[in-house]
Every structure is written in C-alpha cells, then in structure tokens.
C-alpha cells in the first residue's frame, strides 16, 4: 500500500506531514466557519425574510441594513473581502494567518451568502400556510419557526449544501493569503515547485468533500421533502 | 344573542381617497349555530369581509363582535387567543406539506396543554368524525382534494371553535367532491352546533347548505335574508344573474336574442319567464290559469327546486289566448311573478 502510494504520488507521501496538517486545516476552516455560517446565516436570512415590507416582521430600518450589507458583502470578490478584513482579522483574533486569521474573512463571505439562500427558501413557503397559521393565532415567532423554517427545510438544506460547497472553495482561496489548508499546500508545493503529483491529489481531495457535502445536502433534502 | 357583528365594518386598502374600497358599511349579525352564507362574484370583497371577521384584516372602520368579544378593541396578543376560537378553511386547503395528517391536525393544539397521549386520542376522533380514520401517517400530498379539505376541516376544529369561516372551500373541487364536503360541513353544524360563514361565488353552495345569505356587490351587502326569501324573490340584479347562472331559465334571453324558432310569436302571444314568488304557489297555478282565461300555455323551460322544503323555481312558457293580458294580472295576483319576454 504504502509502495504503491509512493510510486503514484511519491511527493505527497514525501511530504506527509505538511498534507496531513493541511487536510486538518481545511477541515478546521470548513467545520469551524460552516458551523458559524449555519447559526449566523440562518437567523440573518430569516430577518432578511421577514423584515422585507409585507413580512410577517416588517421593519424598513433593519431590512435597509440588512440588505445592505448582504448586497455590499457579496460584491466583493473573496480575495479581496479577505485583504479588507485583516485588520478586523487582528483586531478580533489577534491574527491574520492561518486559520484563526481566516475564519473572519471566511465568516464575513459565507453569511451574507447563506442569507440569500435562505431568504429565497423562505419566499417558497406558500403564503397561505401564513395565513392558516395566523388564523389559528400564532404569533409572528411561531410563524417563523413552526411554519417557516419547518416548511423551507428542504431549501434550508439546499442553501446550506451550496454555502458549504462555496466555503471549500474560499478556504482554497484563502489558502494562497496565508491561511494555510489544502489550497495553501497544493500552491506552495504543487504549483510553485512544479510538483503535479501534489496538485492532482488536492484537486481530487477537493472534489471528494464538495462531492460528500452535496450527496449529504442532496440525501437531507430527500428526507425532508414530502 | 348573535356571535358573529359586524357593525358598520369597512376596509380600504391604501388611501380613502384612490384607494380600494374592498368592502363599504357591511352590518351582519349572525345567531349561533347558523350557516351563514355570503355570495358575491370575485373581486366583490368577499375574502376581505370574511378575513375582517377573525381580524386577519383589520377594517379601516366599524367593529367586529365574536362570541361577546369585541375583537376591533383588542391588543395583538388577547387577539391571538380569540382567534383560536375562530377557525377556518381556505379554497387551497392549506395544509403544511412536512407534516403528517396528524401533525397537521394536531398543529393548533400545541400549547393547549394537552398530553401527547390527549393530543393523539383527539386527532384521531376528529379523524374519524371528518371520515379519514386511516389516513394518520400520510402526508398531504398522497391526499386527494376533498381528503385534504377534510384533513383542513379536522385541523380547523381541533381547537374546538365557536365560528368556523369557510373562503370558497369547496371551490376547487370537483362537484361530487363539493357536495360530499358540504354534506360533512352540514353534518357537524348539526352535530356540534358551531357557527359556520360560507363564502362562495357559487349559487349551488348556498343553496345546498345556507341557512341565510348575504349578496355582496362592490364591497356592499346589497341584499341578505333566508335563502329562500332571497332566492324566491331577489330585488337585486347582482342576485338575479346569480339564480340565472344556475338555471335554465336564464337560457331563454340567449335563444330570444339569437331569434330561435322555439320562441318565434305570432301576434297575440306572448313568451314569458313565471317565477314562483311564494312557497304555496307550483305548477297548479299555471293549469289553473290556462283553464280560467281559455289560454294555452306551452313551457319552453322549466325549472323547479326544493329549497329549505319549498318549491321554488319558475318557468319559461308560450303563452297564448285572447286573455292573456287577463292572465297575467290573475297571475301576478297569486303571486307569480310574470316577466314578458317578447310579445308577437
Ligand atoms: N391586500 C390587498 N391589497 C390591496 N387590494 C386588495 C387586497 N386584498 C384584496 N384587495 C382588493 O379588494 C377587492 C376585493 O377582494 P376580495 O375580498 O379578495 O374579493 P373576493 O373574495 O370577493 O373575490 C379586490 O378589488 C382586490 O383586488
Ligand atoms: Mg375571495
């Protein structure tokens, strides 16, 4: 086995060490700032949804900022978001490397992101389980939780999938800024040093996670669809 | 002692000045365990006036009564919990589609303090009363329209309403289907003797299960009585054209106006359309009348219905004879009322 590796990716297995370390790290980025988007990005979108004029929490002030802010954060290219965010980056995590350094740059990219998905995932609720559920006396939290988010967990589910697929790719982004991680391992060795062997095994590490994330989105949206 | 008031009740939307008046000035009083029905064609505010009545729609004006409650004076929360005891079904059945039959039905039923073990027993009576015993585990979309209505109907009387509104439930359903869920409505009226709104566009609804009716226009009751009064007798053309779409009394206008050879008239007669103004008055009086004067008279159409355990109806006849004017008058004195349709 370990013959056989050595002979398909002999550089890989030469430097071991440095591609275990860096597989932790995207797992790190990815478990950390996924589940970070998830508790941010789902109440995010939620008052993104409701506050709208006509939602069940209308309120123009904070549907104004909100929305604001996912349309100015979601302009900006990643990279460029990450550079922007150091200094935040510093401020808050007393870093801006490595995967301490990348979760804010990470976070600040993935919320507003998941935000939309989940306001598009609410907007499929039918607007008549609102006013079946208003008629029966819920209150506009009820709303949100009993109706809402129960009724949109497949689209839930669906934005999260994406929203975690495009986490992996920032992380690989964010790899060449300085936060390590696979795309920090397959530039450094696999595209600075010429090292194909190196690239070839990060690309099929890659498509592999975004491949098991989008099957486990795929199997929760089957499950939750009636 | 009336449970549902709906005094001087008005919405607009938008402005007062350009905005839509859905519904202007209505007062409906309705007394416990009547069904109440409110016919109107679409766009004449129907949805708004019935919405008002749980507040769903806040009128821009008058007040709304609900079993002694003025819910027009209340604060949201207090209003929550009123609405609890004012159901209702809707025409796309509305039903959460990730919930099982049960959990749907159980849905109003959170925070009534109910055990887990009540909450069941009660869905499953209700299950049973609305005919679907077996059909718990499903999900809503293995239903078809009238399972879902009735699944709708059990949900709606989970939280054992005093009122319960009815916007076109039956509207999508085929008329089979229709006449079996207003069977079921109908049932548990007078099993349980919840009030019941019904709102529709379609005459046969009222007629099937309505104790009384109310017939918007524009926003406005323009008429409203017992079915059979409003029905026997309608002031309004809004109701006229409604019992013209359900009969084929109505016909007669198209076939005279297409100058059909069935009402072609020789001088001297008459077509004319009879109604039966009045419960006492049927077919006799036309036998009668034909022997009296010494007129024929041949029927075009007829059309004649039990409502309420009345006959009502009327037809449409050739009338002629050297006293048809006599018959006429003897006629209308019997309180049919005679409409002459065209005279050769
Ligand atoms: N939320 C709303 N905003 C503005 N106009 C409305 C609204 N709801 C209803 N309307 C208008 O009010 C009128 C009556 O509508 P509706 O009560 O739905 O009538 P119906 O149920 O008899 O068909 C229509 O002209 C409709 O366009
Ligand atoms: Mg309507």
Redesign the interface.
């Known amino acids: 086995m370990g013959d056989l590796l050595s002979s398909i990716i002999p550089n890989v297995v030469a430097r071991a060490p440095q591609f275990w370390k860096a597989c932790q790290e995207t797992f790190q980025m990815v478990g950390i700032v996924g589940l970070l988007s998830v508790f941010i990005g789902i109440p995010f979108g939620v008052l993104l949804f409701t506050t709208k004029p006509g939602g069940i929490l209308q309120n123009r002030p904070i549907y104004f900022v909100l929305n604001k802010i996912c349309d100015i954060f979601r302009s900006i290219p990643f990279i460029l978001l990450a550079m922007i965010l150091l200094g935040l980056s510093r401020l808050v995590m007393g870093t801006a490397i490595g995967v301490k350094g990348a979760i804010i740059p990470l976070t600040f990219a993935t919320v507003p992101f998941l935000g939309r998905q989940i306001e598009g995932a609410l907007a499929e609720v039918?607007e008549?389980?609102v006013?079946?559920?208003?008629?029966?006396?819920?209150?506009p939290w009820e709303i949100v939780w009993?109706?809402y988010l129960?009724?949109a967990?497949p689209g839930i589910a669906r934005g999260v999938t994406i929203t975690l697929v495009s986490l992996i790719n920032f992380t690989a982004i964010a790899g060449a800024i300085g936060a390590g991680g696979l795309g920090n391992f397959a530039i450094q060795y696999g595209h600075q040093k010429s090292l194909p062997d190196i690239m070839w095994t990060v690309l099929l590490l890659i498509v592999v996670m975004v491949s098991l994330v989008q099957a486990i989105g795929n199997a929760v949206v089957k499950k939750?669809t009636? | 002692m009336n449970v549902i008031k709906l005094e001087h009740v008005s919405k607009t939307f938008g402005r007062e000045t350009d905005g839509v008046h859905a519904v202007r000035d209505v007062t409906i009083h309705i007394a416990p365990g009547e069904i109440f029905g409110i016919i109107g064609y679409s766009g004449a505010g129907k949805s708004t006036l019935v919405r008002c009545i749980n507040l769903l729609e806040r009128p821009t004006a008058g007040t709304v009564t609900v079993d002694g409650q003025e819910l027009t004076r209340m604060p949201e929360r207090e209003l929550r919990q009123a609405r609890k005891k004012i159901s209702m079904i809707f025409q796309l059945f509305n039903l959460m589609p990730s919930r099982t039959v049960e959990q749907n039905v159980a849905f109003p039923l959170k925070g009534s303090g109910l055990s887990r073990e009540e909450t069941r027993r009660k869905v499953l009576e209700l299950l049973e009363l609305v005919g679907l015993p077996d059909k718990a585990e499903a999900y809503p979309s293995q239903l078809s329209g009238g399972q879902k209505q009735r699944v709708a109907i059990a949900r709606a009387l989970a939280s054992d309403p005093k009122v319960l509104l009815c916007d076109e439930a039956t509207s999508a359903l085929d008329p089979q289907t229709t006449q079996s869920i207003l069977r079921l409505i109908k049932d548990i009226n007078q099993k349980t003797g919840i009030t019941v709104v019904v709102i529709t566009h379609e005459m046969a609804v009222v007629k099937e299960i309505c104790h009384r009716v109310a017939v918007m226009d524009k926003g406005r009751v323009v008429e409203e009585g017992s079915v059979f009064e409003v029905f026997s007798n309608p002031q309004q053309p809004v109701t006229r054209s409604f019992i013209a779409t359900t009969s084929n009394l109505g016909k007669i206008e198209e076939l005279i106006a297409a100058n059909d050879p069935i009402v072609a008239v020789k001088p001297g007669e008459i077509v004319a359309r009879l109604n039966y103004g009045q419960s006492n008055v049927s077919e006799a009086a036309i036998s009668e009348v034909s022997r009296r004067f010494n007129v024929d008279v041949s029927i075009i159409f007829s059309n004649t219905e039990i409502l309420d355990g009345q006959p009502l109806g009327g037809l449409v006849a050739l009338i002629s004879g050297d006293k048809v004017g006599e018959a006429i008058g003897y006629l209308s004195e019997k309180n049919v009322m005679v409409e002459v349709l065209k005279r050769g």
């Open positions: 039918s008549g389980l006013e079946a559920a208003q008629a029966m006396g819920c209150s009993r109706v129960k009724e967990t939750t009636h």
